[in-house]
């Protein structure tokens, strides 16, 4: 069990190290975005819309030297072209909203680490956002990482500022038994603290004599 838990963990990681620009991937973090914010399922009304209109205008894709006998042939591969079309650019959709949010928050990440040590001896790093996920007003990211747990919460300040956010429990975790994949679990609003009020009691009593 143990070897085939090491194995299911290096081939993840082979994944996540190279899918920073995978189409599975941002269409993946597609899928999540838009039930995170259901009102960017408003972009796969495009794809229905321009299959719709294609039907309308059918007619003008029909060749006029088509032998009668292929006619009903070629309309039936027409059919399948449009419908084949019309997947193509939904799954074009949603990985285009995987992507924009990918690319966003991957920057803000990366922006925070440009002073880190890795950044400055080989000019990049590791990292990339790989699962973004809200329920009930808690958001959980998942990062791609070759930094450690230490690094990143060293920079928490900065990362939460970004996001404008605050944590809900620990700051950022290792996920269990993957050291490469940090977690990130907030909820909106940067948490401000609580004021607390001194108070001399010699003071007050000597006030409450007067």
Known sequence: MGIIKN????????????????IGLCMVLGIMEIKNFPMKARFLFIPPGAYIFALWNKDRLMLPFIPTAIQPMYELCLNIVLIVLLVLLLIAVVVSVGRKVHDEETALFLESFQNSQA?????TLKLHLIYKRKRN???????????????????YKEILQKFNAHFVDARFQYSQGNSYIIIMRTADGIEKPIKSEWHDSALDKDLEEL
């Open 119 to 123: 950044y400055q001896h080989k000019g």
């Open 137 to 155: 007003g808690i958001t959980v990211r998942k990062i791609y990482s070759h930094e450690t747990r230490e690094e990143w919460n060293k920079r």
């Open 7 to 22: 194995l299911t963990r290096y081939l993840i990681n082979q994944y996540m190290e190279h899918s920073k620009n995978k």
